[in-house]
């Protein structure tokens, strides 16, 4: 699936602009003017649609913008906390700023009247944050092998140990690992795993560094080897039917009640793990660790798909020795997290395993 210019807003989505003499602009009728303009891939177009049509067409879409007060919707945005999640409501209020925004520069209205609220520095640290250790990150892979399978519990392992995105992973395909090198390669065009409306489909990474080889500690290159014998499917990691992944469904089945706790039907009951983890997270708990383990920025950059100008000629003439101490240290974290967890030897008393 490629990037669309200029997805198509259907009148599904939004009403068709009403024509009058009254010489104002609907925000309806701009909505429609400002989506022709806009540049962006198919999952955020989908998001768009969605806020558009289920929340800020059905509030604003009739109003002139020019009547569209900051206080009325600073107690609009306010009265939506109560029923949605945080992240909602602040792209609601920030998906609004934009459209307004761009009526500011056509000379449309004088000035934005959408101010999204920033949260404190603590809140936001506090769930942008979040990381798991080592011993955290087996807990998990153990609880959705029981839940699922032993390929998305390797995939939990994976997206830790080398911070890959949940569309990077889920788009990789056998040819993607190459067992000799212990490597795993994001394709340019087809690297990254896309759900619009409910459909899958392909396209390019994030970003241009995103498009990288990721090396692989000895341990995991083992594991995507021993996995990759044990099934036949196209993709390295599948649901347990081998269909492509879902995330909606795998963080609502699976994620869901191994990182937040659960009792299971046999009577085991698992504590929560760390309150508020998410999948996403995994990615920073690998660039966290990587700090924790004294890697160079550069590396910790070029590993996760980042830019940082103008050293990538410095990082060049070291990324060999970098890499090699990067990826022992990885193989060191794991074997203590083995030796903490006791797995080897206790995996059938352990706490977290159902008997």
């Avoid at 919707?73 to 939506?80: D, F």
């Amino acid at each position: 699936m490629s990037v669309s210019s200029a997805p198509q807003l259907t009148a599904t989505v939004l009403p068709a602009p009403a024509h009058s003499g009254v010489r104002e602009t609907l925000l309806t009728d701009w909505v429609h003017r400002w989506w022709l303009t806009t540049d962006i891939g198919p999952n955020t177009a989908s998001h768009y649609r969605s806020l558009l049509k289920n929340h800020i067409l059905p509030r604003w879409g009739a109003m002139p913008l020019h009547l569209i007060a900051p206080s009325d919707v600073t107690m609009w945005l306010k009265s939506l906390q109560p029923r949605y999640a945080r992240a909602t409501t602040t792209s609601i209020g920030k998906l609004l700023a934009l459209v307004m925004a761009a009526a500011v520069t056509e000379r449309l209205i004088p000035d934005n009247p959408v101010r999204v609220p920033r949260r404190r520095g603590r809140e936001r640290h506090g769930e942008d944050q979040l990381w798991a250790d080592g011993h955290e990150v087996i807990t998990l892979a153990r609880r959705i092998t029981h839940l699922a399978d032993a390929t998305q519990g390797l995939l939990v392992i994976t997206a830790a140990y080398t911070g890959m995105r949940w569309g990077e992973l889920a788009a990789l395909t056998r040819p993607a690992h190459n067992p000799q090198t212990a490597t795993l390669t994001i394709h340019p065009d087809t690297g990254n795993l896309l759900e619009v409306d409910g459909r899958h489909g392909y396209g390019p990474p994030k970003t241009a560094a995103s498009v990288r080889t990721v090396t692989l500690p000895p341990f995991l290159n083992a594991l995507l080897q021993q996995d990759l014998a044990r099934h036949n499917h196209d993709h390295v990691f599948t649901s347990t039917k081998g269909k492509l992944l879902r995330r909606s469904t795998f963080a609502r089945r699976i994620w869901a009640p191994a990182s937040r706790g659960t009792t299971l039907p046999d009577g085991t009951s698992w504590p929560a793990l760390k309150p508020g983890l998410t999948f996403h997270n995994l990615r920073h708990t690998h660039k966290t660790w990587l700090i924790e383990d004294n890697i160079p920025e550069v590396a910790q950059a070029r590993r996760l798909g980042h830019t940082l100008k103008g050293i990538a000629d410095v990082y060049a003439h070291v990324a060999n020795s970098v890499d090699a101490r990067l990826l022992a240290a990885l193989e060191a974290r794991w074997q203590r997290s083995l030796t903490h967890h006791a797995l080897a030897h206790t995996a059938a008393t352990a706490p977290d395993t159902p008997r």
